[in-house]
């Protein structure tokens, strides 16, 4: 059993910074991909970044040059570093892990960019 929790959301101005943690529990690999996806208000869910082997990473091209996220294999843990915040960053933000051809959700966290 893989369960995943989120941590690291809240409340930041525009320009602001954040750091989003994905703690996982079970008997994950390293290599298994690991993702992160947020859902805006009235929005559908949209991937976000995700990275492949624990090493090569790609990203949506809204967040290019100001999210970056990596992860500590030896811990079982995923971040998201998220720079120059906009306000339509604001979102829950999800983890996923692509585990032994299933998917996997944590439960999100809240980012909400405003003045």
Not at 57 to 63: A, C, K
Not at 78 to 90: A, G, H
Request: proline share 3%; aromatic share 10%; with cysteine.
């Amino acid at each position: 059993q893989v369960s995943l929790v989120e941590s690291g959301g809240g409340l930041v101005q525009p320009g602001g910074s954040l750091r989003l943690t994905c703690a996982a529990s079970g008997s994950i690999f390293s290599s298994d991909d690991m993702g992160w996806y947020r859902q805006g208000p009235g929005k559908e869910r949209e991937w976000v970044a995700t990275i492949y082997r624990g090493v090569i990473t790609n990203y949506r091209d809204s967040v290019k040059g100001r999210f970056t996220v990596s992860r500590d294999g030896a811990k079982n843990t995923m971040f998201l570093q998220m720079n120059s915040l906009r306000p339509d960053d604001t979102a829950v933000y999800f983890c996923n892990i692509r585990h032994l051809n299933a998917n996997y959700w944590g439960q999100g966290t809240q980012v909400t960019v405003s003045s």
